[in-house]
């Protein structure tokens, strides 16, 4: 029988994932199975649906298996960590990895979720962040990452609000080493946002299928700012509607997405990744769906 190449895996090829619950939606088999045909990599990456207490298990698979690197995204990002043998001093610091490399057997994990987003920043918004006031809606797992890389990058002033006051004040405390930090609830915003030049929404709030919702108050937005959401489902979300139309400039989610996916592809190939055919696809896929 005539060999059958089929869709291009056979022996040699090198076995990527995410691990996520849920994972169907997720854009990243999309995008890095791009980033390695564009490359001419003998690989492939799939969505695999970890449940909860299962991944551990699934961990110990790359191991078995021989997968050369797999994305970890919700909710799992901050258990993995202890199913690793070794933290990048990044992903200890913000207590989360989204980034699994397999060295022969020895697992080491890494976020690429904070300098993917600064990234974005800096290509798409050409933001230059030292000496910047920044406002952070959200103090979760995405907050933590976006909140350390800018502090990282010498934000001289990041201000954390949040539904629970209390987690806010708790990453403002976490943050403050270098940076001078303030942790609030969200009905303070209103008192705080003269003089911020960066506003980032790092919650959910806006995303499909709620559409409608937005973060904070539209009249509080003022032109002069940067808004920046990490949102990309829909591509423009109400946030940066009602900012555009206040006459401030606007960041959307996707770049954070593309370069946090681009970082990965790096530490594992040891190659530059083809951002823009990354982003190309996924931004078509959006752009198809929302048809
Ligand atoms: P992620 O890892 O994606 O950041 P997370 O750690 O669960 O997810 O954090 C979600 C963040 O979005 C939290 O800051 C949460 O506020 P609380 O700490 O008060 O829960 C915020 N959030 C989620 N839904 C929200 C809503 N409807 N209104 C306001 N804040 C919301």
Redesign the pocket.
Known sequence: MAANRGNGIDTSTVMFGVFGDPVAHSKSPLMLNRAFEVTGANAAYAAFHIRPGTLRDAVNGIRALGFRGVNVT?PH?LEVVDYLDEIDEHARAIGAVNTIVNDQGRLKGYNTDGIGYVRSLKEEAGFSIAGQTVMLL???????GIGYALAKEGAARIIIA???AS?AEELAAYLSEGTDTEGIG?EAVATRIDGVNLVVN????GMHPKIE?C?IAPELIHPGMLVSDIVYNPLETRFLREAKARGAAVHGGLGMFIYQGAYAFEYWTGQPAPAEAMREIVERSLTEAAL
């Open positions: 919700i990002k959200g103090a979760g797992g995405a907050a933590r949040n539904r629970t987690k969200l790092t919650t959910k709030i919702e973060p």
